[in-house]
T-cell receptor, first 116, second 114 residues
Framework: AQTVTQSQPEMSVQEAETVTLSCTYDTSENNYYLFWYKQPPSRQMILVIRQEAYKQQNATENRFSVNFQKAAKSFSLKISDSQLGDTAMYFCAFMRGGGATNKLIFGTGTLLAVQP | EAQVTQNPRYLITVTGKKLTVTCSQNMNHEYMSWYRQDPGLGLRQIYYSMNVEVTDKGDVPEGYKVSRKEKRNFPLILESPSPNQTSLYFC?????????????FGSGTRLTVV
């Protein structure tokens, strides 16, 4: 069974600085997707970034980038130039490709606070 | 606007009183799913549906029922709610299973069972 581990329950960063959130996962699959979701206080689930396992290039979306280490089964999220609006819970998630369920397996989340 | 609509947003109920949380999507998505979110546990899948009249259990289905009579609707039914079902619930939909076409989440339902 696949598992996703986020070992940092809470983190804090100063505005304009860079922060990295950690995520590791366990799977025997070769075809899968990885995601970072943001959940602000409004509790809406917002997709931040996604990575397809067969792509070696790390995904980037503006200030957000990932460090995808497939062999180490690591998928960390880097937020550059942190902004107050980045304050949120961040969830790492895994989805097996080609499956029938499209089930997202989530980590336990990292609560990020951006300090002014 | 493409969206997943959940109702109600907040609900407080008493143990044993049947309730339904509605979920509707306007994107003609085949795949719909329910998750519950609990502190320290992340989100866990309750039930999913691959199309009309096709539903199956996720990881935590006990105490819940679902139905998919129409493509757009996927209600979550708690026949006899208990306090351990106090949680934040999300409905989500995707174009079809098997590939990542992207999930759209509803805005969540905060359920408290007393």
């Amino acid at each position: 069974a696949q598992t996703v581990t986020q070992s940092q329950p809470e983190m804090s960063v100063q505005e304009a600085e860079t922060v990295t959130l950690s995520c590791t996962y366990d799977t025997s699959e070769n075809n899968y997707y990885l995601f970072w979701y943001k959940q602000p206080p409004s509790r809406q689930m917002i997709l931040v970034i996604r990575q397809e396992a067969y792509k070696q290039q790390n995904a980037t979306e503006n200030r957000f980038s990932v460090n995808f280490q497939k062999a180490a089964k690591s998928f960390s999220l880097k937020i550059s130039d942190s902004q107050l609006g980045d304050t949120a819970m961040y969830f790492c998630a895994f989805m097996r490709g080609g499956g029938a369920t499209n089930k997202l397996i989530f980590g336990t989340g990292t609560l990020l606070a951006v300090q002014p | 606007e493409a969206q997943v609509t959940q109702n109600p947003r907040y609900l407080i109920t008493v143990t044993g009183k049947k309730l339904t949380v509605t979920c509707s999507q306007n994107m003609n998505h085949e795949y719909m799913s329910w998750y519950r979110q609990d502190p320290g546990l992340g989100l866990r899948q309750i039930y999913y549906s691959m199309n009309v009249e096709v539903t199956d259990k996720g990881d935590v289905p006990e105490g819940y029922k679902v139905s998919r009579k129409e493509k757009r609707n996927f209600p979550l039914i708690l026949e006899s709610p208990s306090p351990n079902q106090t949680s934040l619930y999300f409905c989500a939909s995707s174009l079809s299973p098997g590939r990542d076409y992207g999930y759209t989440f509803g805005s969540g339902t905060r359920l408290t069972v007393v």
